[in-house]
């Protein structure tokens, strides 16, 4: 790997990583653009506190002006209906308030349903109408499930029946020892003196 190539990589950051899921959801639920109302008010205000937690995050407490300039660069693309004053005030309602909410109360405040969620692949967002006990009893589900269907191919590979196969080609299933009117012991004694 060349140098050029290893400086291009960057460590995964999960601010980024939301605020990208956030933009997905706005992407599959209103086209990419957010409608003008209090539903738009959430999604601002969270993308302000990302950007805020980004910028503290690299360059030390960034001011509201640095704040203002990234999340109206943001809002060009997603709500550019917004006025100036009142992205100001979301940003000062961001810096006041910084802390990013949990996964699962974020899901609540957008409305991110657990179909919409597996969907879009959102994984730092949770859901409003399925816990994270519940979410994670189901991936527990799906890994059982992919394991299983895992052992079942390689148990193939290595030459093992399936076992609907095994069950009608058996002794139980073909029972030779009737058509010739003896008792399966006695055919099977007779057999392994054969052997």
């Not at 969620?117 to 059982?144: N, P």
Request: hydrophobic share 40%; glycine share 4%; charged share 35%.
């Amino acid at each position: 790997m060349t140098k050029a190539r290893s400086d291009r990589r960057r460590t995964y950051n999960p601010t980024t990583h939301r605020l990208r899921e956030l933009e997905r959801i706005i992407s599959y639920r209103y086209q990419g653009i957010l409608p003008a109302s209090k539903e738009a008010d959430a999604f601002l205000l969270q993308a302000a506190k990302l950007l805020h937690r980004n910028l503290r995050d690299r360059f030390g407490p960034p001011t509201s002006d640095v704040v203002l300039d990234r999340l109206t660069v943001w809002a060009e693309y997603r709500a550019h209906f917004t006025p100036a004053a009142h992205l100001r005030k979301i940003v000062a309602l961001a810096i006041q308030r910084p802390a990013l909410e949990k996964a699962d109360a974020l899901a609540v405040l957008i409305g991110l349903t657990y179909a919409v969620r597996m969907r879009l692949k959102i994984t730092t967002i949770g859901a409003c109408d399925v816990s994270k006990a519940e979410r994670q009893l189901i991936s527990k589900q799906k890994k059982r499930d992919r394991d299983r269907s895992r052992a079942a191919e390689k148990r193939l590979l290595t030459g093992a029946r399936l076992r609907a196969e095994y069950r009608a080609t058996g002794l139980t299933a073909t029972r030779p020892w009737e058509a010739e009117s003896i008792s399966r012991r006695t055919w099977e004694r007779r057999r392994n003196r054969k052997a």
